[in-house]
């Protein structure tokens, strides 16, 4: 079965798109972390279709970079959150206020 | 069977390795000796693993090339933003190390991260592929989350600490989305043709079928977008003034210096040089951002109470004067934007180096009012102060002056004098909160019962005086930077 990257193109479309309006909206650090993912994965899925598209494996190869990132990314950042919700016993993000202009 | 192997090459990437080698030898010799003995060969080895690679990214001057199967450019511009963050990663060792010591915060993790992050904001400069950016763009980022973090017994850090990762990540997804949308166009990453037949983001905005340049424009926007929120440009400013404020003092003017040249790096390769064909479509974009980060930095800067709070209001509207002169376009756009940053980058962490001593242990004093009197306590540094706040206000006879001129002159040779006009009146607005803060200095007296935080150490004043010194004779004798600046070209496929 053949299927058009437009389907995948607009599959990763709208994932990007869930990703940003979720992190917009979330009030709780680790579920806006969580979108940020579907954001990345929506680009991993980009990537992929893209490769196929040009008929090389360039892209399939970048998506690599992006996973490996990712994960040094998580690894900080969960540690950043942890230390607050240890902290205060919250992780969201409106409990966390000391700072305002 | 044959088979190419890719050439060797390290020169292109020698700085980055020294730096690297460097941190990994702090980390792995403090692990060995423990605390047992006192740490004072730390900023030793820190010190020398920046100087290393300062000395490697200088050899290459004038050498136009692309290495490592064409992933870096190896030219003057990224040589010269890499020598000016090895000037900057010195400053902000040098200025860490009273910092720690005073407050009693681990000293091996802080050179480590600070080397880390000066290879990965090398990295960005010299980045001759997207992927290669995206990966320099983390590398740093992910150093300077921890960074802010430093101090992790503050609330305040960990608060500011987590508002940047949030946004961090956030803004790597545009700017990772933008290249997979680039890749999709073009079928590479790769921002210069390496062969004859090699396709390259820049042949391909030359000479692109124009019905796939738009999903170009898009992924430049997206670009943009990424790019703009590590710069600290408006709409993308949020985490700024909060990240700013949490952060110890050494790491914000690191930030403030080091995240910007960086950004700005890569901003201004990818528009002025590869998609210079394009400048139609991403000027009034470009435009839109530099407006509305000059007035809205300036405005907000008036009505803050805190200084760190202030000077980063301050740095979101200088972003906005440098992107006046990436607008413009033009060779003396970027040598002006290149010396604008790096002077920018001595007197911000100059200021920050001001602020950090006189905050006192704990940094608790930051408040507009704790520097009541500041002048009658602590003259040196209260003048070293004023300096550094003239230089950002743009006065004359400092290098904030001269930097303003050229990046202003450059976009009136592109024709942009009403944006020019608009730089002026929001530089008008700025030096107005620069004058408060002298006026509480000067003309109000110390609070009484209030002891003056204790002075700095040696290394810390040492820090003061150096950029109190660029900054001076950056704003009388410019000639040989601006030279430099202007020797400072991208590479040329053949040149």
Do not use: C
Request: proline content about 3%.
């Amino acid at each position: 079965m053949r299927v058009a990257p437009e389907y995948y193109l607009s599959l990763a479309g709208l994932m990007f798109v869930i990703g940003v309006v979720g992190a917009l909206i979330r009030r709780n650090a680790i579920v806006i972390f969580m979108f940020v993912e579907l954001m990345l994965n929506a680009v991993n899925l980009a990537f992929v279709t893209f490769a196929r598209m040009w008929g090389h494996v360039d892209g399939q190869v970048l998506v690599f970079f992006v996973l490996v990132v990712a994960a040094a990314e998580v690894v900080v950042g969960l540690a950043i959150i942890l230390l607050i919700s240890r902290n205060r016993g919250s992780s969201d993000v409106d409990d966390v206020n000391l700072l305002r202009w | 069977m044959e088979m190419d192997i890719p050439r060797i090459e390290l020169a292109g990437i020698a700085p980055e390795i020294a730096l690297t080698v460097a941190a990994l030898v702090i980390l792995v010799v403090h692990a060995v000796l423990g605390n047992r003995f006192s740490t004072w060969y730390l900023p030793y080895l820190a010190t020398l693993g920046l100087v290393v690679a300062g000395a490697l990214a200088v050899i290459v001057w004038d050498v136009n090339d692309l290495q490592l199967s064409g992933m870096i450019a190896l030219d003057n511009f990224a040589t010269f933003v890499k020598v000016s963050l090895a000037v900057f990663g010195l400053l902000t060792v040098w200025l860490g190390r009273d910092y720690l010591t005073r407050d009693r915060l681990e000293e091996s993790e802080f050179y480590a991260l600070v080397l880390f992050a000066v290879a990965g904001m090398m990295l960005m400069a010299a980045a001759a592929d997207l992927i290669v950016m995206f990966l320099a763009l983390e590398t740093f980022s992910i150093a300077l989350y921890v960074l802010v973090a430093f101090k992790r017994r503050s609330t305040e850090a960990q608060e500011s600490a987590m508002k940047y990762f949030l946004l961090g990540a956030f803004s790597s997804a545009f700017f990772l989305f933008g290249i997979a949308l680039a890749y999709g166009a073009v079928g590479t990453t790769n921002l210069y043709s390496t062969g004859p037949e090699a396709d390259s983001l820049f042949r391909f905005a030359s000479a692109g079928p124009s019905t796939d340049l738009d999903l170009l424009v898009l992924a430049m926007g997206l670009i943009i977008v990424g790019l703009g929120f590590k710069i600290a440009a408006v709409p993308f400013h949020a985490w700024t003034p909060d990240a700013y404020q949490g952060a110890p003092s050494p790491v914000t003017g690191f930030m403030a210096a080091g995240s910007k040249i960086a950004g700005f790096a890569a901003l201004i390769r990818v528009l002025d040089a590869i998609l210079f064909p394009l400048r139609w479509d991403w000027r009034p974009l470009v435009i839109g951002i530099a407006v509305l980060t000059m007035i809205v930095g300036s405005v907000l800067a008036v009505v803050q109470e805190d200084v760190k709070r202030m000077l980063a209001y301050s740095s979101i509207a200088h972003a906005g004067f440098v992107l006046v002169g990436v607008v413009a376009a033009n060779d003396r756009g970027v040598s002006g934007s290149l010396f604008y940053l790096a002077t920018y980058g001595l007197t911000v962490v100059g200021s920050f180096a001001v602020v950090s001593i006189l905050a006192g242990p704990g940094e608790h004093r930051t408040r507009l009012t704790d520097y009541r009197g500041a002048f009658y306590q602590r003259p040196l540094l209260a003048g070293a102060l004023t300096l550094f706040l003239l230089a950002l206000a743009g006065v004359p006879v400092t290098s904030g002056f001269v930097a303003k001129l050229v990046v202003f002159g450059a976009a009136i040779e592109s024709g942009y004098w009403w944006l020019v006009v608009i730089g002026v009146l929001a530089s008008a607005i700025a030096a107005f909160f620069y004058l408060r803060v002298l006026v509480v200095m000067y003309m109000q007296e110390p609070i009484e019962g209030v002891e003056p935080a204790p002075s700095g150490g040696w290394l810390a004043n040492g820090v003061v005086a150096i950029t109190a010194a660029t900054t001076i004779v950056f704003g009388l004798a410019w000639g040989p930077l601006i030279d430099a600046a202007e020797h400072a070209r991208f590479f040329v496929a053949g040149g």
